[in-house]
C-alpha cells in the first residue's frame, strides 16, 4: 500500500473514531441534566474537554492537510472553555450559559472557515451545516430561548455534538471512498506493468 493510500486509510479510520466519540459525547451530555448542580457542571466541562481534544485532533489532521488552523482553534476554544468550568463548578448558570454559548457560536464560526476551506471535496457542505446550527445552538443558548438553563446547555450541547460526530462519520466515508478508489488505481498501474 502507497503512502497516500495509508494516509487516506488512517484518517478515515480516525475521523470514523472521532465521529463516533463526538456523537456519544454528544448522548451523554444530554442526559447531563438528570444530574444536579455543581456535578452538572464538571460533567459538561469534562465532556467539553473530551470534545474539545477530538476537534483539535481532527483540527490537526485538518491542518497537516493544508487546509487552515481553524479546526485547531475551535479545539482549543473548547479545551479553555471546558478548563474555566471544571476550575469553578460552582459558578452560576450565567457562566455556565455564557461559556458554553460562547464556544458554539465560536467554533461555528471556525467551522465555517473550515468547511470553505475543505471545499469541494465532498462532505463540505455539512461541515457548513453544522457549523450553521452550532451558531444557532450557541445563540439559542444564549438568548435562553426556547429552553433556559442546565437543562438547555446540557440539550443543546449533546445536540452539536451529535450533529459534529455525524459530519465526522460522513467525512469518513468520503476518505474511505478515495482510499477505495487509490487502492484500485494502484492495482489497475500494477497491472499495466
Not at 478548563?83 to 452560576?92: E, G, H, Q, T, V
Not at 450533529?163 to 467525512?171: C, K
Request: net charge positive; charged share 10%.
Amino acid at each position: 500500500m502507497n503512502g497516500a493510500a495509508r494516509l487516506l486509510q488512517g484518517i478515515a479510520r480516525g475521523l470514523r473514531f472521532f465521529g463516533l466519540l463526538l456523537a456519544g459525547l454528544g448522548v451523554l451530555v444530554m442526559l447531563v441534566p438528570i444530574i444536579a448542580g455543581a456535578a452538572a457542571v464538571v460533567v459538561v466541562g469534562l465532556v467539553l474537554l473530551l470534545a474539545g481534544v477530538a476537534v483539535a485532533a481532527f483540527g490537526y489532521q485538518a491542518y497537516t492537510l493544508g487546509k487552515g488552523p481553524f479546526g485547531l482553534l475551535a479545539g482549543a476554544f473548547a479545551i479553555v472553555c471546558s478548563l474555566a468550568l471544571l476550575s469553578n463548578p460552582i459558578a452560576s448558570l450565567s457562566t455556565v450559559t455564557l461559556l458554553v454559548a460562547g464556544y458554539l457560536v465560536a467554533q461555528g464560526i471556525a467551522q465555517v472557515f473550515l468547511g470553505l476551506r475543505l471545499r469541494p471535496e465532498d462532505g463540505w457542505v455539512w461541515l457548513v451545516v453544522d457549523a450553521a446550527a452550532s451558531i444557532l445552538f450557541g445563540l439559542s443558548v444564549w438568548v435562553g430561548w426556547p429552553l433556559s438553563g442546565i437543562r438547555a446547555v446540557g440539550l443543546v450541547l449533546g445536540l452539536k455534538l451529535v450533529s459534529a460526530g455525524v459530519v465526522l462519520l460522513r467525512i469518513e466515508k468520503t476518505m474511505q471512498r478515495l482510499h477505495d478508489r487509490a487502492t484500485t488505481l494502484r492495482a489497475r498501474g500494477n497491472e499495466g506493468r
